[in-house]
């Protein structure tokens, strides 16, 4: 069964420094991975996804992520935090029929 | 860019009754989807469609709920006779691969739901 795991429900950083989301994931078959953000009051937003090659994905806002097999990760960063960034994120991974198991999210909040 | 629309935006209903959401996906896409979130919870799976029936549901997706394109453009979600339990955040979404599990899934803003 395919299933991910959020480490951290909520996370805190200042404007500026780094922003490290942790993401580990459980899947029988090999795995694609997806990234996904949720502002206050909107729907959810992709910001990246892996599926095959490249294992440093980059996606929008300047966030990014590493497949790491051996670890089975799959770990959101970004350089440096903006006050913007404060939001619900969620990591997911698709199933064999399409739907997909998220995360149970991880709020950031950024300190001035 | 194409985007997910769902009405309402928020709705509030008495225990028992039936509710209807809407949805809109992205015009070309041949997979559709409901999900909902409870408050304070996870982003659950309930009904993925194509083709004009269901592909796969979960066991949140019981009797009490039902999914319709109506008119080739709309999607909805049916609840026939709403629980307490059946608030929640409900979300469609839409994915233009059909059969592939790298797609995309483009989400709505969601629907919330209240039920009294």
């Known amino acids: 069964a395919q299933s991910v795991t959020q480490l951290g429900s909520h996370v805190s950083v200042s404007e500026g420094a780094l922003v490290l989301l942790r993401c580990n994931y459980s899947?029988?078959?090999?795995?694609?991975l997806f990234w996904y953000v949720q502002y206050p009051n909107q729907g959810l937003q992709l910001l990246l996804k892996?599926?095959?090659?490249?294992?440093l994905v980059k996606g929008i806002n300047g966030f990014e992520a590493e497949f790491k097999k051996s670890e089975t990760s799959f770990h959101l960063t970004k350089p440096s935090a903006h006050m913007s960034d404060a939001a619900e994120y969620f990591c997911?991974?698709?199933?064999?029929?399409?739907?997909?198991?998220f995360g149970a999210g991880t709020r950031l909040t950024v300190k001035p | 860019e194409p985007e997910v629309t769902q009405t309402p935006s928020h709705q509030v209903t008495q225990m028992g009754q039936e509710v209807i959401l809407r949805c809109v996906p992205i015009s070309n896409h041949l997979y559709f989807y409901w999900y909902r979130q409870i408050l304070g919870q996870k982003v659950e799976f309930l009904v993925s469609?194509?083709?004009?029936?269901?592909?796969?549901k979960s066991e949140i997706f019981d009797d009490q709920f039902s999914v319709e394109r109506p008119d080739g453009s709309n999607f909805t979600l049916k609840i026939r006779s709403t629980k307490l339990e059946d608030s929640a955040m409900y979300f469609c979404?839409?994915?233009?691969?059909?059969?592939?599990?790298?797609?995309?899934?483009?989400f709505g803003p969601g629907t919330r739901l209240t039920v009294l």
């Open positions: 979404a839409s994915g233009s691969l059909a059969g592939a599990r790298t797609d995309t899934q483009y």
């Open positions: 892996y599926t095959t090659g490249a294992t």
């Open positions: 997911a991974v698709s199933v064999p029929g399409n739907d997909m198991r």
């Open positions: 899947s029988s078959v090999p795995p694609y």
């Open positions: 469609f194509y083709n004009n029936e269901i592909s796969e």
